[in-house]
């Protein structure tokens, strides 16, 4: 299929739901769906209005999905505070992001979200010691990332 074809179905998709991004999504989903069943949508005897048709499904259901989504927000209230944006909380985000996700996980989960070693063991699917590991060894990683090397074991500079 041309690609004037896609170019037409997303102006015509940009018409139904006045998002120029929200249209071309949903008509790249609606060729999607196309290519699950090639020979199908190739016997076709109009598959521009098959793909309309489609997109058009697409957007509608996005649509509602986005409202479900919208009043779900509204009813727990306004999103928490701005995180904390202290020069030392973001060295500590920093050396973070430079830890292996697993040791990032528990101790983002432990320290940030207060959860203890057990519930973090059954929220990751691991064993309790697991989680303990995870959490001396990320400890031990973070103080070497943000101890500066002249600096005296054990002092956390946020600096650099």
């Known amino acids: ?8 179905l997303v102006v015509q998709i ?9 249209a071309q999504e949903a008509v790249q989903e609606a060729f999607t769906k196309a290519l699950v069943a090639p020979g199908r949508f190739a016997r076709l005897d109009n598959p521009e209005a098959w793909l309309r048709r489609v997109a058009v499904n ?3 259901s996005r649509h509602r999905r986005r409202r479900v989504l919208d009043r779900l927000l509204l009813r727990i209230g ?25 040791q990032r996980t528990a101790l983002a989960l432990h320290y940030l ?3 203890p070693v057990e519930e973090i ?7 309790a ?20 090397p002249d ?4 002092r956390i500079d946020a600096r650099s």
Do not use: C, I, W
């Open 1 to 8: 299929m041309p690609g004037g074809s896609f170019r037409r």
């Open 14 to 22: 940009y018409a139904v739901t006045g998002d120029l991004s929200e």
């Open 58 to 60: 697409v957007a509608r």
């Open 78 to 102: 306004p999103p928490p505070a701005v995180a904390d944006r202290s020069p030392e909380h973001l060295a500590l985000l920093d050396a973070m992001r430079e830890l292996p996700e697993a």
């Open 113 to 115: 979200v207060d959860l």
């Open 121 to 127: 063991a059954n929220t990751l699917g691991v064993s």
């Open 129 to 148: 010691g697991t989680v303990k590991s995870r959490l001396s060894r990320g400890r031990q990683a973070l103080a070497a990332l943000l101890t500066e």
């Open 151 to 154: 600096a005296t074991p054990g």
